[in-house]
Protein backbone atom coordinates (compact mmCIF):
# COMPACT_ATOMS: atom_id res chain seq x y z
CA UNK A 1 0.00 0.00 0.00
CA UNK A 2 1.58 2.87 -1.13
CA UNK A 3 1.76 6.26 1.20
CA UNK A 4 -0.58 9.13 0.41
CA UNK A 5 0.73 11.94 -0.70
CA UNK A 6 -0.79 15.58 0.50
CA UNK A 7 -0.67 18.72 -1.44
CA UNK A 8 -1.12 21.82 -0.35
CA UNK A 9 -0.03 25.61 -1.67
CA UNK A 10 1.90 27.51 -0.02
CA UNK A 11 0.67 30.71 1.32
CA UNK A 12 3.36 32.40 0.79
CA UNK A 13 4.75 31.52 -3.01
CA UNK A 14 1.79 29.47 -4.17
CA UNK A 15 3.89 26.13 -5.01
CA UNK A 16 2.42 23.03 -3.96
CA UNK A 17 4.13 21.94 -1.25
CA UNK A 18 4.32 17.57 -0.72
CA UNK A 19 3.32 16.62 2.55
CA UNK A 20 3.81 13.33 4.83
CA UNK A 21 0.48 11.35 4.86
CA UNK A 22 0.70 11.61 8.84
CA UNK A 23 0.55 15.64 8.65
CA UNK A 24 -1.00 16.58 11.79
CA UNK A 25 -2.35 20.23 12.74
CA UNK A 26 0.39 22.29 14.17
CA UNK A 27 2.92 20.76 12.59
CA UNK A 28 5.53 22.87 11.32
CA UNK A 29 7.51 22.69 7.93
CA UNK A 30 9.81 25.04 5.90
CA UNK A 31 8.21 25.69 1.77
CA UNK A 32 11.00 23.71 0.00
CA UNK A 33 10.55 26.55 -2.71
CA UNK A 34 10.48 29.86 -0.56
CA UNK A 35 11.90 29.16 2.33
CA UNK A 36 9.09 30.49 4.32
CA UNK A 37 8.15 28.70 8.31
CA UNK A 38 4.79 27.51 7.80
CA UNK A 39 2.62 25.98 10.10
CA UNK A 40 -0.56 23.18 9.48
CA UNK A 41 -3.61 24.59 10.42
CA UNK A 42 -6.28 22.61 9.17
CA UNK A 43 -6.00 18.74 7.54
CA UNK A 44 -9.59 18.59 5.11
CA UNK A 45 -8.92 20.20 3.40
CA UNK A 46 -4.44 20.45 4.58
CA UNK A 47 -4.35 24.19 4.44
CA UNK A 48 -0.90 25.56 5.57
CA UNK A 49 -0.62 29.60 7.37
CA UNK A 50 2.87 31.38 8.27
CA UNK A 51 4.23 29.60 11.61
CA UNK A 52 3.82 32.43 14.58
CA UNK A 53 7.48 33.36 14.61
CA UNK A 54 7.84 35.69 18.04
CA UNK A 55 9.14 39.17 16.54
CA UNK A 56 12.48 39.96 17.26
CA UNK A 57 13.10 41.90 20.70
CA UNK A 58 15.48 45.09 20.35
CA UNK A 59 16.49 44.54 23.94
CA UNK A 60 19.68 46.91 23.26
CA UNK A 61 17.36 49.49 22.60
CA UNK A 62 14.70 49.06 25.62
CA UNK A 63 18.08 49.06 27.45
CA UNK A 64 19.03 52.03 26.58
CA UNK A 65 15.55 54.13 26.74
CA UNK A 66 15.11 53.11 30.12
CA UNK A 67 18.89 53.73 30.79
CA UNK A 68 17.56 57.19 29.83
CA UNK A 69 15.10 57.94 32.42
ZN1 LIG B 1 6.64 28.93 -0.43
Known amino acids: MAATAVFAPCPDC ?3 IELW ?3 KVGEELTCPYCE ?3 EVI ?3 PVELDWAYVPPAE ?3 DWDE ?3 DQ
Do not use: F, P, Y
Request: glycine share 6%.
Open 36 to 38: AEL
Open 58 to 60: DEE
Open 21 to 23: SQI
Open 65 to 67: EEE
Open 42 to 44: SLD
Open 14 to 16: GEE
